[in-house]
């Protein structure tokens, strides 16, 4: 997608007189030779100027037109779909995907812009997600021409919202230990029925189309199933939300409970088995919030930052001129700086196939991890301010830990890495 | 208070036939020669009789009258008053008080009632502590004869409500600097009127009597003011509550403003004068919140114990058989069982008159870090799962992180015990 | 041992004019109710004034006898064996073993000495627990009659120096799997040969009497063999040093060789079989190892507390006015208070008859484990000048990763805590 | 320095049948799109072929010629002054100066022939960064051309020893207080005299050269002065060797000790005064130990891999299968992946002149806190055996130590960034 075209989307917004602090410095980038803060190893410095656009066009919309809204909407526990066709106006959706009304923007460019949205909000950012990587990446990378052609354009636009059912309730960590099956339909040719029970599922309430993953009964391989509500007799799909989570209030969540649901052959997709299909899916996500994650840590920093300038305590100094106050915000700084070029640098290798991953399961936990950590220590300047929403770091620090948790929780990765390491596997 | 009372409040409790898992764990003690995960070292051989039998009859309370209240109360951001005066029929408020219809239990008997209602929730304890500690005990350890007959008999039984306003908006960690000043009236003698603005003040939009810090203008000292709501000219005193919070949900929490509001000069402290009267209500607090915050402490560790034994991964394998798990389950048992032996220690010396403030800082602070950094490493166990409400340990987690902060965040302990170690000050 | 004994013991030792600050310091204790940096949580008020006095004594002993020492005898790797004469001297070996010439002592009053010799250095404490702990303590637990009164007496005066012989080359964490075996002597009635290697043996190249402990060939189990260097033909005991270690350089470690090594029968202890003998005696000098590293901890924060108000930088001002520093000092000083407290604790039960072995796990696992961090955040303190071994702090650190390693290494006694916590072992 | 030159080098090296394992994996790279552990996010893709011939050279070297001396030399505190003529021959020393008989590479090379060094040893690479960095440096940036020739090339053969004196005793991380003083000479004209003591100062007894800082009595300035060993009257200078250190024993370390040391006019630095000097060459050597302390981590690595699959325990199952070993690893491992690319990126900024010093105060700071870190975790997985130098291990850690704490004390380099962040000071 070139420069010009998300210049003209931009000009479709709203031009606020006023942009909230962090729209503006992000606007405005520091001189060259001065440490920046807020861009402390100078990660720009690797992107190209297409990369810099794209990052500039997210960032603003995402300040304008989100930031304003998240924080009624993570108390309601509220998640406006009508998001889903704002980014799909400004090309944010499946953005790495070439063709199907799809920018085809490099990889990191797509971090980029989960990182934009994750700097407001991590559930916004996971409701992008599985819209981008797990679904219509999953479509992309696996789908028949017809499926292709049939969702890529829709869900680019966000008039189609995708869900990814891989979690069962009893199977978080081990997804090849599924119990959901996709039988030969008993009467009605060409047609399987999937019976079975997924969870923790992102959009599942208001997807349109729900790419589910079910043992195929004749093989007992898993196969991804293309399941579209529409379509679906009553009774035969439910997606009951997740009322009052601990975090990602701002997005939706839900079940899917299929119950001999009937789904035609040519929805399945034709190739891929057994977990190489939902896995390389998960691959792509996880590497959207490697750099995604950064955003939200960024957010703390900055937020911090600001409270620790405003603030006075003790003879009038602010709470920055203190040193525990200082190593707080140096670590969390660093952890930024660090995670932000080890994502760079993956992202660049997925782009010449190089990316193992390996490769991602490192980023994605490291990443985590860490603004997870130093989220939750950044919220110690605020000392019992930050019980109040209204400053935004508790938010974070809800979010956080769920994204530390899901698409391969933590422990499970350090695993992952120790199987690379030692050749030896440590799961059982 | 006799073992006897205290079996005999009990009766008027309705006896569930089926208790919840917890009350039942700590009904029944190990045998005594074996290792006890919910003690392991033990430190009910260091208590007398009598205080077990008010910890069992406050456990019992806990679990079954609070208990199946709090997840619903904690969505609703929900306190229900009554609560105060089930305590205070149980004998639970103002329990190491003597006389006026207090139970006159030892310090680490009034610490064992505080462990029981946070093993529920830290937001219940937080309103009992306020009741107890910060508002009874202040009235009785500075109160005149006069003050101490109209407030405390009503008070141990729940039936006046009392908040503590020391905090003020700009002096959270500083409350030497606060603003809220006290001057003669205009008109009225025998009376002052009192202007300025307290905040993060537990019970304030339901107390019937605040007791407020305020500087005495003749002297720019700090005295202590009981200030009752029925008495306030309308449009002199607001308790506004503030909602949304990111923990303590199940407490109520408000700011107080006072406009010129009127308070007899009985009511206030007759003698204490500076900042010795509130450091010497919030050290018997702390000591509260020390004991009681390892009540949900051990709360998470039973969670996730239970979690960890009942929910299987990778070939059926229970989650308790990973060594992440259990390193997990090892820490946190440890720390629960450290924390408990310091606060019986210092519990002893402060009935001895030995305790000083720096133990309480010490315990206060270690205990709340060990609290909330084990049951941040407990949540992991959980997975995604953590992220419904009904497990109840993301709970914790966001309350542990309130207690943390509140009543001395952990770094300003950090520096009090610096300096008590080194002589040299560091505020500043 | 009655106050008498140990003030008439003292009476032979010089007395010099000028202490170490150490020996000052401990002499005098602060006054009641202040906060006492070297004992926060006033475990002293835990203490027997027998206690008190065993304490004292050992202190002085250490500080004027050992301390003068250690900084040599670490640089050369040298163990002066005529240590544990002196400490024999004082009673200080086997203490809490009645009669025999010990002095029969409570355990806590045993884990107060080896505090006073870890204060100085943890190789010294380890040559002391290997004699009073693992030997004599092995020896009176399960040896017969005549082997008490061959080796006891002249043990608790240091004449005859033991060693304890359990972990081999190839098998550290898990001893059940040892190789080292006896066998019928081929040729000698009423002898065994015993043959295998035992490595990283506290005093095996000094001892005179080595309790080994071997599979008997008849039967599969391990038993344990009282090997007297004396009666051992040429070439059947070789008991080589182990030199160039990283840490403990003040004490003597070696391998114990057997090779055809002929033990008479009435050498074996008569009944004990199984892990259960070796595991007891370890049980005792971990419970040594967790009070007395203590000792090691709190020299640290003494050293670090010195350097940090003499070391001036910018502007004058002592390190210890930087909030940084001071949080340093209040860690450790914290985890200081709290050890000491479990460590009194368990010694308490274990005299009571209520200790299990989970519990000893805690505390040598948690109070190792503390000193070592600590420690090394403490050495931070002096910043490029604890590379100069005068400064004590860098031979603390370096010891301490050692005691964290043996007798069960920290993660090793996660796992035993874990198992005993959840009912389900992870070791495999 | 091209390719070829680097190869042909290498010829005049004895080809060893067997190298050591570390010679060997560093030799043969994976294949490309495989999960490397000892480069798991590829960091060599962003390297030059230059720079890959550069670092397999400095890496051969190392391992072959280095690598058998150090455990010899650590134990004895010996440096071999023959090492800098080697690295000299094969034109390691002053690498990235252009001319004066220097190579001339980038920075990243020059860090890539510090991260080889120090894969055996930091105690090498600090002999090497004081030669190549702060005195080469130093000349090259500040000294006069006469200067230059007089001393460049026969440093870049190692054939001039230089040393670098700006730490004084009591003025450890506020070198701005230094009390060293350059007067006139009384009588000599043209000539200064310097008095003053400087420590910690690697070199120093065997240096030929001095590059030492010091305040110049007429402005109060700060300039530097090259003193050479063989001009300076008998008495005037003194540089004895500190022993008995707890670290970097294979490197040589002394004082400077300067009275009234002549020293003529033109040894003086041209131009440069006050802190701008002596910041400028430790900003280059920061650098240096930035890139270069990764490879004593990689090392810590591979030995702990290593040792990991070769130990078993439990069943003969190696430790490497353990879910708390792999945890060390992956942990590591991580870390040591995200900081090579740290200090790849800022090496190229630095060659485009954007770095400023605040990010070479993160990377410094970040690599070697983490490398430290990680060294001490990977330690653990050794047990008892660690406290055996030949496992080389516990070396690292003691070396690692002094890196976190020279050329900027990690909290003083957080204070740095703190600074930078905040724009507000708090090291007074």
């Known amino acids: 997608m070139s420069r010009l ?40 410095s690797l992107l190209t100027s297409d990369e810099l656009a794209i990052s500039e066009t997210a960032e603003r919309y995402c300040q304008e037109q989100l930031l304003p809204r998240v924080l009624q909407a993570y108390r309601d526990e509220h998640y406006d779909a009508h998001i889903l066709r704002e980014m799909g106006e400004l090309g944010l959706l499946g953005a790495t995907i070439e063709g199907y009304g799809c920018a085809g923007v490099s990889t990191v460019a797509g971090g980029l812009i989960t990182r934009a949205v994750e700097r407001v909000d991590s559930g916004y950012r996971s409701g992008m997600s599985v819209q981008s990587s797990l679904v219509m990446g999953g479509i992309y990378e696996f789908g028949s021409a017809e499926q292709k052609e049939r969702y890529l354009p ?58 589910v993953w079910a043992k195929l009964q004749e ?7 293309l399941v579209e509500r529409k379509n679906c007799p009553a009774g035969t799909l439910e997606t009951p939300a997740i009322k009052n989570k601990n975090g990602l209030r701002a997005s939706i969540t839900g079940m899917i409970q299929l119950e001999d649901c009937p789904v035609p052959h040519e929805n399945m997709f034709p190739e891929v088995e057994g977990l190489k299909g939902p896995f390389s899916c998960l ?30 305590q003790f003879k009038g100094n602010p709470l920055a001129k203190y040193q525990l106050v200082q190593k707080k915000l140096a670590d969390a700084t660093t952890d930024a700086a660090y995670g932000t070029l080890a994502a760079i ?39 019992g301010n930050a019980v109040s929403d209204e400053y935004g770091i508790g938010r974070h620090v809800a979010n956080l830990y769920v994204t530390q948790t899901y698409e391969g929780q933590s422990d499970i990765h350090s695993l992952i890495l120790g199987r690379a390491i030692t050749g030896v596997q440590a799961f059982v």
Not at 14 to 30: C, E, I, M, Y
Not at 363 to 383: H, M, P, S, T, W
């Open 283 to 312: 691959n792509s996500a996880r590497y959207g919030i490697a750099l995604g994650i950064m955003g939200a840590l960024e957010d703390c920093i900055s937020r911090a930052r600001t409270y620790a300038l405003e603030r006075k």
């Open 154 to 211: 829709g869900m680019a636009k966000g008039e189609i919202i995708g869900a990814f059912g891989l979690t069962e309730p009893n199977h978080g960590s081990d997804p090849g230990s599924m119990e959901t099956m996709a039988r030969p339909h008993p009467q009605k040719k060409g047609y399987y029925v999937l019976s079975g029970a997924k969870t923790w599922i992102t959009n599942s309430p208001i997807a349109d189309v729900l790419l």
């Open 219 to 225: 093989t007992g391989k898993i196969r991804g199933f």
């Open 5 to 44: 075209l998300y210049r003209s989307c931009l000009r479709g917004l709203p031009q606020r007189a006023v942009l909230t602090h962090n729209a503006r410095t992000f606007a405005t980038s520091a001189p060259r030779s001065q440490f920046d803060w807020q861009d402390p190893l100078m990660s720009k």
């Open 345 to 383: 640098q993956v992202g660049r290798l997925k782009d010449q196939g190089k990316a193992t991953p390996e490769m991602i399961s490192m980023i994605k936990r490291q990443n985590c991890d860490r603004a997870l950590y130093n989220a939750r220590v950044l919220q110690e300047i605020f000392g």
